[in-house]
């Protein structure tokens, strides 16, 4: 069984942990895990919440060292409650940890295991082109929801030079602080100007995902629905969409995040093979605000019209 259909358990209190190790020795990962440990320590004021964590990592500790040699590499997926579950790295998930230089230890706890967040770190191949400049250095990066990579540092003579070199690369977000950013012709990217966040780039990331499904359902759904050619080929309602799943019908679902994850605890991961469109509210009255409020939050698309009897 892989990593991805591991059971949607849940626990109390931030319970259940999930960690990620790869590409070092055994020897290397235990001290890593010590210092998660100093952390802890630290920052966990509550004694209840910090002994639980305390003994979920040592004994972590303790199956490190009994299942591995001390020069071992571990690439593997853990899955912590009241016993581990080990899950070993593919090739292609290892090859993504190296391309993208993620860190070699991934802790996380919460009330259900991170499979979601697992699974956009090692398969979401969906990118966002981000350039800095200060004065006159540009860097560019790869971003998407989970990780970021370093693709290049140039140093720039003149505005021409920034143009040529964002005009042969997918648009993107550029910031930083350069008198070159208020004289960028190039409509394609979104331009803002000061020091960023990573938190502040990511939120400008989803937000522009959001605008293009929220474009997409509005094109391709809203504005459809009185369009004969379109009849009965859209489903309404949370019982007609279970039933359009559970027959396998489903080509394309609009969803909340909050009905996702309901979704997503109550049916079978071999059952949501269509693809799954993940809207959020961007402000009043949007097309995810129609979306909330006139269908449920949710809206399906078949492959094909049904003959309703």
Known sequence: MSWINYS???GKLN?????LLWGLPTFRQIENLH????IINKFVKNPYKRKRANDKIFN???YIEESYTVDEIINAIFFI???IKCFNLIKKEISVCQNWEINNIIMKYND???IDYLYDLLYNIKLTNVIQINNKVLHHFHYNTTKIKKIKKIEIYDLNHVENYINNIDCGIIYGISSYLKKINNNKWIIKSGKMTREQILEIILENEVTIIQQKLETEVFNNLTNPKYNNLFVFGKKNVQTAIDNCLLKEL???KKLKQKLEKNISKDKLNFT???LAKLKNNDVTDVLIKDFGGLVGVYYYPQNII
């Open 254 to 256: 609009y969803i909340t």
């Open 81 to 83: 409650d009241d016993t």
């Open 8 to 10: 949607n358990k849940t």
């Open 276 to 278: 799954i469109y993940q």
């Open 112 to 114: 259900s295991f991170e």
């Open 15 to 19: 319970s259940l942990y999930t960690i």
């Open 35 to 38: 210092k998660e440990l100093e």
């Open 60 to 62: 972590f500790i303790q």
